[in-house]
């Protein structure tokens, strides 16, 4: 988790921190296709994500894996009339660009999870900076870590998750 | 046949049962597209090794999210509904690695509806490295007829 934000931060930075910004709704439907890619990619046989039966009495129908949370807002790499390849987080990016700090990793996350996600449902995201480090050095580079949380609401108005990050944006020495 | 935990089956200190997992190339890829995470260091070595100063591609952080909950739902089975999941990112994870998943119960918290809360403290480790620590907290029935995922608003605060 990030320090107590530092004093030497552009003045930019600084207007962000606590400001629930880059408002965003998914752009893909929410179908199940991708949540059996996922459990396939982690060899995940929970029945209730294959078997509808078991959906239907459990959940009263499909939901999706509460994990791939963060997968519903992940942009297109490409789509008609984008110039250039959107990226999910555009906080995190915009950090990365206004601090000058090229690479960046993520080091801590945590999700609570709320409502479940459904497939059809349509989620409305936003983005707040928490704090932004002095420079620091580590095995990777010298950088800063940053602290940022994104909310995850449905069409109702549901909470379905929050999600905190800490990201370390670097220069490599 | 799936598992179908109840809460009398567990008790703190509890070892979760481990699962290992070889990692090649497609582990990660496929991991990565799976959660539509184009960045190259999950996908191009040339990228991950000059540019980014690693040793390989990189599982990516929303892919081992789903590897900690299926490590958990396999253990509780479909009625398992995770609550909270926090994890911290100590070293990468390569092809050629082995995945260590390994995980005990540090706490049992009684709530509304049936349930409790079981807190799980997890290490992901890759031969003598250790890659992630992951604390969740999972809801698990009291009793066979109770639903975690029918709980909500005040019944639900993980």
Redesign the interface.
């Given at each position: 988790m990030a320090d107590a934000s530092a004093d030497d931060l552009p003045e930019e930075v600084k207007g962000w921190i606590g400001q629930a910004r880059y408002e965003e709704k998914t752009e893909f439907p929410i179908e199940m296709g991708y949540v059996l890619t996922t459990c396939s990619a982690t060899q995940n046989g929970n029945p209730l994500y294959w078997d509808e039966k078991v959906a239907n009495e459990l959940t009263d129908g499909f939901i999706t894996l509460p994990t791939m949370v963060s997968v519903w807002f992940r942009p297109h790499d490409w789509s008609p009339g984008r110039t250039e390849p959107a990226v999910p987080l555009q906080l995190h990016f915009d950090l990365k660009d206004r601090l000058s700090l090229p690479e960046a990793v993520m080091s801590d996350n945590t999700i609570v999870f709320g409502e479940p996600i459904r497939p059809g449902d349509e989620l409305t995201t936003t983005q707040i900076l928490y704090s932004v480090s002095p420079l620091k050095t580590t095995k990777l580079g010298t950088g800063r870590f940053w602290d940022f949380g994104v909310r995850i609401v449905n069409q109702n108005g549901d909470l379905c998750a929050e999600e905190r990050y800490t990201g370390f944006g670097y220069n490599r020495d | 046949m799936?598992a179908e935990l109840l809460i009398g089956d567990v008790s703190v200190g509890q070892d979760v049962p481990v699962l290992d997992?070889d990692v090649k190339p497609v582990?990660v890829v496929?991991?990565a597209?799976?959660?539509?995470?184009?960045r190259p260091q999950h996908h191009d070595y040339k990228f991950a090794t000059g540019?980014?100063?690693l040793d390989d591609i990189i599982m990516n952080?929303?892919?081992l999210?789903?590897?900690?909950?299926?490590y958990l739902?396999?253990w509780t089975g479909?009625?398992g509904?995770?609550?909270?999941?926090?994890?911290?990112?100590k070293d990468s994870v390569y092809p050629g690695d082995t995945m260590k998943f390994a995980g005990k119960v540090t706490g049992i918290e009684p709530a509304t509806g049936g349930i409790s809360w079981v807190d799980v403290t997890i290490e992901l480790t890759a031969g003598d490295k250790s890659c992630v620590s992951c604390e969740a907290r999972i809801a698990v029935p009291n009793d066979a007829d109770v639903?975690p995922?029918k709980l909500?608003g005040d019944d639900?605060k993980?």
């Open positions: - | 799936a997992k582990t496929l991991g597209m799976a959660s539509r995470d184009w540019n980014n100063g952080t929303p892919n999210a789903a590897w900690f909950e299926r739902t396999d479909p009625k509904r995770l609550g909270r999941i926090k994890f911290r990112m639903n995922w909500k639900w993980p």
